[in-house]
């Protein structure tokens, strides 16, 4: 009978010794943390020191992006011409809280702003025809696009033909050709530049930056306040985190102070948001806060047909309308989880049969799924089988998919391969979309699979450890040496310990699947554990001496504070 915890290999990573041991001394950090550190890549101890410090003094000149220079002057002329913009965002997260940081603060210099989000329902990606008219109707002369834009050339040269300039940032793949419009997008710069891996809120924030830095040049802050940038950053950290961009370089400094922004904030929609999440009272905010607590409820609201909401959330200042909106994102969020559990539950009797068979990828569909959420519901399957998954809904002749992988699978160099039988493909190496007709799906799954099996072997649910840990050194001062990590995500992902403890009583299943446990070093306290969906497969076994791969956490329960250790998994335990 297999070992409880050997559903997952263990992979230990490698560093180097002398240097682990010289940046542990150097920057006073516990060898365990130094080994973090220097398996992220950072070995140079400026590097280390920019890693630790995150400050905002090392953030990038914006005008080392090309297009930005040219992007500020005019936005400036607009801003001394008191010209109206119209600011154009993507339908999702990224897009929202983009359109929502511009707008703000075009309209803290004065300006006249027009926001707007296409519908995903009834829109694509890029420039919408019904802001094009929106813009003409409403006599704009600039569009500012975030998040969007690269590939509208045929809507931007309308625009033109307006007599509508435009000025595009966005962060997506350039296209081979590019639009008639000033454009600042970090692929088209230098890929070794921090802001190369910005996300659209990103970018836009960066635009920002430039702006205040040409005005100030220009004496136009010499008899009015400059508008203090960091009240945005609460924004830029729920689009960076919402998008999944790697939290390296420029991130890194903008998310970190991002999510303190989040903790202080007096935005409205914000304060809103985090009380009906449960966050009204945390004492700080972490990147998972926002990833499965505050992002979701833009992101279900867009998925639905309700971006524009979603937008005017993050907009409003009145408090009442901000509590109203935030009830309505909550019930959304809601009902996309009813779907996606519904439409989880179809899929994987579908996937189950793919799996049989020793599938290379999964691909499913059906005409009742809602093309909102299939997304989230390939990486449902991606997350249960270990599996490349694309989901898509029919919608007669045509099928929209949406793609979610991991590990080395790169989803858009797949579609890639599959590209004569698709309308269109795009996104990103983890996360992709396309549309098919319905007729090709059964080729197009068949050639998905073959462009996958080209790829790089499978991760089959590996746990990497960062490095091995006495259990009995892991207290306060550990956590708060472990806080200068942060902030984990895409990037710099949080950090799992090996140590070697002893089970004290008996292991209780908690909540749906969830095992909880009371572990014990060779010496020291003992611990509260707790292993999220591991009851099944190591909870009923868990006695005697175990070693565990956890990261350790304060967790909080009724104003009693106490180190708790978050299971990812458990091994040498004996079945009965």
Not at 356 to 368: G, N, P
Not at 409 to 417: G, M, R, T
Request: aromatic share 6%; charged share 25%.
């Amino acid at each position: 009978m297999a070992m409880p915890g050997s559903l997952f290999s263990w992979r230990i990573g490698e560093s180097d010794v002398g240097i682990v041991r010289d940046l542990a001394r150097a920057f006073d950090l516990h060898e365990a943390l130094a080994r973090v550190v220097a398996s992220r890549g950072y070995v140079d101890p400026q590097e280390v020191e920019r890693f630790l410090k995150k400050s905002v003094n090392d953030l990038e000149d914006p005008f080392a992006l090309e297009g930005m220079e040219a992007a500020c002057k005019r936005l400036c002329q607009a801003v001394f011409a008191r010209e109206k913009i119209l600011v154009h965002g993507d339908f999702d997260a990224d897009g929202i809280t983009s359109a929502a940081l511009l707008s703000l603060f075009f309209q803290e210099l004065g300006l006249e702003v027009i926001p707007f989000v296409p519908d995903r329902l009834t829109e694509g990606h890029g420039i919408s025809p019904r802001a094009i008219d929106l813009a003409i109707r409403s006599n704009v002369k600039l569009v500012v696009t975030c998040d969007c834009g690269v590939s509208s050339a045929n809507e931007i040269a309308r625009l033109r033909e307006a007599g509508v300039e435009t000025i595009v940032t966005d962060h997506h793949t350039i296209p081979e050709q590019l639009p008639l419009a000033i454009v600042v997008n970090p692929k088209m710069s230098h890929s070794d530049l921090d802001q190369a891996g910005l996300s659209g809120v990103g970018v836009a924030f960066m635009l920002t930056v430039g702006i205040r830095s040409k005005l100030r040049e220009m004496g136009y802050f010499s008899n009015r306040a400059e508008p203090n940038l960091k009240q945005y950053l609460d924004i830029v950290a729920l689009g960076t985190l919402a998008d999944l961009a790697p939290l390296r370089g420029q991130n890194r400094i903008l998310v970190a102070h991002g999510l303190e922004q989040l903790q202080r904030t007096l935005r409205p929609g914000i304060l809103a948001m985090r009380e009906s999440a449960g966050l009204a009272n945390a004492s700080s905010i972490h990147t998972d806060d926002v990833g499965f607590r505050l992002a979701p409820k833009i992101n279900a609201a867009a998925r639905l047909g309700h971006s524009f909401e979603a937008l005017e959330l993050l907009l409003t200042p009145e408090r009442t309308r901000a509590n109203s909106l935030a009830k309505k994102l909550e019930e959304w969020n809601q009902e996309r989880r009813q779907l996606e559990a519904w439409m989880t539950r179809i899929a994987s009797l579908e996937a189950e049969e793919q799996v049989a068979k020793e599938r290379r990828a999964i691909v499913v569909s059906a005409a009742e799924f809602h093309p909102g959420v299939i997304g989230l519901v390939a990486q449902r399957l991606v997350r249960a089988y270990h599996l490349p998954s694309v989901v898509f809904s029919t919608q007669g002749e045509v099928a929209k998919g949406s793609g979610r992988s991991r590990g080395d699978i790169d989803l858009v160099a797949a579609f890639e391969q599959c590209s004569d039988l698709l309308f269109g493909f795009g996104g990103h190496k983890e996360a992709a979309g396309c549309t098919i007709e319905t007729k090709r799906l059964l080729e197009f799954r068949q050639r998905f699979e073959a462009a996958i099996a080209l790829q790089n072997s499978l991760d089959k649910g590996e746990i990497l450890i960062d490095a091995e840990l006495n259990l009995g050194h892991v207290d306060q001062r550990f956590l708060s040496d472990l806080d200068r990590l942060r902030p984990f995500g895409m990037g710099n992902r949080e950090p799992v310990f090996l140590s070697k403890a002893r089970v004290s009583g008996v292991p209780r299943e908690v909540g749906k699947g969830h095992v909880r446990a009371t572990l014990q070093g060779s010496s020291g306290p003992s611990y509260s554990a707790i292993g999220f969906g591991l009851w099944e497969s190591v909870g009923r076994f868990i006695k005697g001496e175990v070693e565990v791969a956890f990261t350790p956490e304060e967790n909080e329960w009724q104003g009693r504070r106490e180190i708790q250790l978050r299971l990812h998994g458990v091994r040498g335990v004996r079945t009965v």
